[in-house]
């Protein structure tokens, strides 16, 4: 006996051979046309979603769909043309960056150690933005700046040239090979321009500079062969000259090579000529902070250097002055930009100088250069005890080879009191606003005073005193006899030439009346009081 506990009871069968009509068509029978109409398209629909379900699922999951789906992913957009106007931004954006922020070791590397990364890189440096090498060779330009008259200023620039296109440096043979098929710029006969890299035209150093030529060539067959591919540009300068005096240092190196390249933001490759180690490893940290490359000597090197684009020379301005102008200076940096890329160099902690009052109670700190050759302040000491009655807190010390620790001490200081040329060019490393005083020797010397250190302060945004020695307060007056033109007219001695004030008025050593010299310690208080 079957259970019924699981069986559904059956409906009482119709008549003995009778035949059903099936129960669907039979209940449709019973539907309006209309309804059955929308009963039909509501089916279909529901059916197509459900189609549709398991299209997605199998999308998902299938690697045919999968790979078409990252196809599509890397496709390129429907229109790749770029706004002008945001196009124009990122452009303006890129020139515009300025050097990195970070700070360079505070440890200052040997010259074996600033050199080492030069030697370990690979044949293919790393690339840079705007130089990369493509296969595609770029139209071969060169452009020269050789108008070294500058109106109002008696010193020359040098010529510069940049170069674009195939450039192979053989420092070997000191020639920059410039494939040139159209013959691009101007050439002597033998197709070449010679230039002396030393960013001072003194007519008197520049045989000591290694020549170093362009050599256009028509064909890249002609040129030597590669044997290290760059993807930046290059610079190639020497650091002849009066290099090792603390100002030329500055001026015929340092900020022409900051004017010229900080732009780059490190991506570019060095090559020194004159090379020296001890001005190398004396400079690294500033060197490291404008190339992310370790320097080439292009005095011994011997393999063929190529790149894309070059430089031989550097742009320069007038001595500790950065001006706009629109080419030699197309980003308008100015000397406070130089200022805070060597604080940035040197880790200097003081961007503006202390703030004074009762409430503070902080004492101005004033550093004094000592000297020990010419123009020394024979009473440094009375001096020094003057500005301590004044209410300044002074150091005493004397510039010497460690540039950064130095540097330490005159950004520690609000006011830095020197004579002139005797280490007033460290006025590079004060804080903004804080205070330069320069004692001017004997000798009509208004005009250097203020064009070597008066205006770059300015420049600088520091405040600025100077005080003029007279008669008694200059050792003149014990080696010449007061109606001597020395004192009659100083400017016979300008006129005789540098030699002439180099043996004269340059040799002088000042001791200044503390009494008539009290009121200019008292205005560099006041200017930093204001």
Excluded at 283 to 288: I, Y
């Amino acid at each position: 006996m079957s259970s019924t506990a699981y069986t559904r009871p059956s409906k009482p069968p119709g008549p003995a051979g009778e035949r059903r009509p099936p129960r669907l068509a039979k209940e449709l029978g019973r539907i309006e046309p209309k309804k059955l109409g929308i009963g039909l398209v509501a089916g279909c629909c529901l059916a197509l979603l459900t189609y549709i379900s398991f299209a997605r699922l199998f999308a998902i999951y299938s690697p045919v769909f999968e790979s078409t789906s990252l196809v599509m992913k890397n496709a390129p957009p429907a229109s790749t043309q770029q706004n002008p106007v945001l196009a124009q931004q990122q452009s303006k954006a890129e020139d515009e960056k300025d050097v990195g922020e970070d700070e360079t070791d505070r440890k200052v590397p040997s010259f074996a150690e600033t050199t080492e990364k030069n030697e370990e890189e690979e044949t293919v440096t790393k690339p840079c933005r705007s130089f990369i090498h493509t296969g595609d060779e770029a139209e071969a330009t060169i452009s020269c700046d050789e108008n070294g008259v500058d109106e109002g200023f008696p010193y020359a620039r040098p010529p510069v040239c940049e170069l674009t296109g195939d450039i192979r440096i053989s420092p070997k043979e000191k020639t920059m090979f410039f494939v040139n098929p159209s013959s691009a710029g101007a050439f002597d006969g033998n197709g070449e321009k010679k230039i002396r890299p030393y960013a001072r035209k003194d007519d008197f150093l520049l045989p000591g500079v290694v020549e170093v030529i362009i050599k256009s060539v028509s064909s890249p067959a002609i040129a030597p062969a590669c044997t290290r591919t760059h993807n930046v540009p290059a610079v190639v300068f020497s650091v002849a000259g009066y290099t090792d005096n603390f100002f030329h240092d500055n001026t015929d190196v340092m900020i022409p090579l900051f004017l010229t390249t900080s732009h780059l933001a490190g991506e570019v490759q060095f090559l020194i000529t004159n090379f020296k180690p001890w001005w190398v490893h004396k400079f690294t940290p500033l060197l490291k902070k404008l190339s992310n490359y370790g320097v080439i000597n292009f005095d011994k090197d011997g393999e063929v250097h190529c790149f894309r684009r070059g430089h031989l020379g550097l742009y320069r301005d007038r001595d500790l002055i950065i001006s706009p102008h629109p080419t030699r200076n197309p980003r308008n940096y100015s000397m406070v930009d130089y200022n805070r890329f060597l604080r940035r160099a040197f880790g200097l902690p003081r961007d503006s100088p202390a703030v004074l009052g009762d409430k503070t109670g902080a004492k101005p700190k004033m550093l004094m250069i000592e000297r020990k050759g010419t123009r020394k302040l024979l009473n440094l000491h009375d001096v020094a005890a003057l500005c301590e009655d004044l209410g300044f807190a002074v150091t005493v010390a004397e510039a010497g080879a460690d540039v950064r620790g130095f540097a330490e001490k005159v950004n520690a200081a609000d006011v830095l009191l020197a004579v002139h040329g005797a280490g007033l060019t460290n006025q590079i490393f004060l804080p903004t606003g804080a205070v330069l005083v320069q004692i001017v020797p004997w000798g009509k010397m208004d005009w250097m005073a203020t064009n070597f250190y008066g205006q770059p302060a300015r420049d600088m945004r520091l405040r600025y005193v100077e005080y003029y020695v007279s008669e008694e307060e200059t050792t003149l007056k014990d080696k010449y006899p007061r109606d001597h033109y020395v004192f009659k007219d100083p400017m016979a001695i300008h006129a005789q030439g540098w030699p002439a004030l180099a043996e004269i008025v340059m040799k002088q050593d000042v001791m200044v009346n503390v009494t008539r010299f009290k009121p200019f310690l008292l205005k560099a208080l006041d200017e930093l009081q204001e």
